[in-house]
RNA sequence: CGGGGCGUAGCAUAAUGGUAGUGUACUCGGUUUGGGACCGAGCGGCCCGAGUUCGAUUCUCGGCGCCCCGACCA
């Protein structure tokens, strides 16, 4: 990625009216603001900004995954049916968000051989490692990927939280037994929470305790406390933990020692999930390993989901304000918006010109507003794409000898020397 | 999938059984310049199909699309 652009030749330019097909606040100010376009219900693309900001993103999930020992690879979209139906879940009646299609064949388009478009990949990876993993000395391996999965919801909802379409970061773990699954488990839930804690929403983001869906009974979600979520959480302030309404019973609330705790409920985001795998698809498709003794066992396997462009509307829903987004400096699409305010004063916009030549020198990140439009729509915009800091050149900041550093997020202003400014 | 709402210019909106107005954006000219300023000129539009009608953007039916609530969400 470049690490600056001219404002005057972005591609997209902000706009001041709401989109009237998006009720979400992440879908209004994200289109506004020139991130994210909408093809079809449920269905974007990333521009510029977008892109920039869903990379970074991207680049934290990878550093947190890559330090627990995550290998990165990428796998297909399109899917060999026979694996799935090895599991069962080729079947509509299992899985109803299949999108499949044909092969080519004859004079007929798609009269040939079914095929899926990836919605998850747990059946495809484990056949693939059955060719990589005899031996309890190839074991553990964790494999994950950035990937976009399609899934035909019934209904696309909330923006770019719930798609058609999405890119996922999904890993899955392979462990001999039981004990060494349960200490990745718990390692990926502590980089998960990292992942969270840079992306800025740690604060507001509970593990929780979850149902397994068909295929444990337990799982762990991380929700985001938002009222755009689509979940109902319980926290437990003591543990700093948290339980999905959908396993809230008496007796999960035994299993867990919280009786007589009292619980905050609050309306959430799931930003993540992690789910023990046991043996399900191992057994299914015989993925097994000789351990010391040359006995043959399955593998032990997880799976651990992020999707990173949920992840940023999260943030876009709980970090923006009335004026705009506010993106904390870890993801923002630039660290720097440099405003010049030249109103035609030659000697203003040289000085800019100079200083946005110094930091891109420096390989500072920045976004230069170098366009010829009035101040209030420069600060509208700026507001708008929620870029961390503010720099203003004007005749004001040229008479002081220093430039005018604005916080976004606070709105705080103080003044910065230019070698300071430079020093960063 | 059940229920509700809505499709008019790039975007946001108004009116109307006789082809459509406004704001914004865009183009040109001028005045402005620390929070989306102003004046003038210009470009640009009724989701698709069938029906009713002399005539449909408007009414009826069907389709498609979009939003919301619910169900669903490996």
Redesign the pocket.
């Known amino acids: 990625m470049t690490h600056t652009i001219r404002q005057s030749v972005l591609f997209t ?12 606040k992440n879908a209004q100010l994200l289109i506004r603001a020139g991130y994210i376009h909408k093809e ?3 269905v974007y693309s990333l521009l510029p900004l977008g892109l920039r900001t869903f990379n970074n993103v991207v680049q934290v999930i990878r550093e947190e995954m890559d330090a627990i020992g995550g290998q990165e690879m990428i796998m297909t979209a399109l899917q060999d049916p026979e694996v799935w139906k090895t599991s069962g ?1 080729w079947e509509d009646t299992a ?2 968000i299949w999108f499949k299609t044909h092969l080519h064949s004859g004079e007929q388009y798609h009269e040939g051989a079914e095929l899926g478009i990836a ?2 990949h747990e059946e495809p990876l484990t056949r693939m490692l059955k060719d990589h993993i005899s031996s309890y000395k190839d074991l553990p391996k964790f494999i994950y990927q950035f990937q976009t999965k399609f899934r035909n ?7 770019i939280m ?1 798609t058609r379409e999405f890119v996922m970061k ?1 890993l899955y773990s392979f462990n001999t037994d039981e004990k060494s699954f349960r200490e990745f488990y718990e390692k990926c839930a502590e980089a998960y929470l990292r992942i969270f804690n840079r992306i800025g929403i740690g604060e507001k983001t509970y593990r929780t305790f979850a149902s397994g ?3 444990s009974r337990f799982s762990d979600e991380f929700q985001t406390i938002s009222d755009a979520g ?2 109902m959480i319980y926290i437990n302030d003591t543990t700093g933990t948290a339980l999905n309404k959908e396993v809230n019973t008496t007796e999960v609330i035994k299993d867990l020692g919280w009786e007589g705790v009292s619980l905050r409920e609050e309306r959430a985001i799931e930003v993540g ?1 992690i ?1 023990p795998l046991g043996t399900r698809f191992s057994d299914a498709i015989g993925l097994t390993y000789k351990n010391e003794e040359g006995e043959e066992l399955p593998v032990v396997m997880g ?1 651990y ?1 992020i999707g990173p462009a949920r992840a940023m509307g999260t943030v876009a829903e709980v970090l923006s304000d009335e ?1 705009g987004l506010v993106w904390p400096e870890e993801i923002a699409p630039f660290k720097y918006h440099l405003v010049v ?1 030249d ?2 004063t030659e000697e203003v916009r040289k000085e800019a010109e100079r200083l946005f030549r110094e930091m891109e020198s420096r390989s500072m990140s920045v976004l230069f507003d170098d366009r010829d439009v ?4 420069k ?6 794409i929620g870029i961390p800091k503010r720099v ?1 050149v ?4 040229l008479a002081a000898g220093e430039y ?1 550093l ?1 916080t976004r997020a606070t709105g705080a202003t103080t003044y910065i020397r230019e070698q300071e400014l430079l020093d960063n």
């Open positions: 330019k902000t706009r001041k009216d709401t989109p009237k097909d998006e009720v979400s079809m219900a449920g879940r899985v109803d919605n998850t919801e019934t209904r696309a909802k909330s923006g719930r999904d869906g068909s295929f689509e979940d999930n789910f799976s989901g004026r305010l109103n035609g009035r101040v209030g729509e600060f509208a915009d700026s507001d708008l203003i004007s005749e004001k900041t005018e604005v």
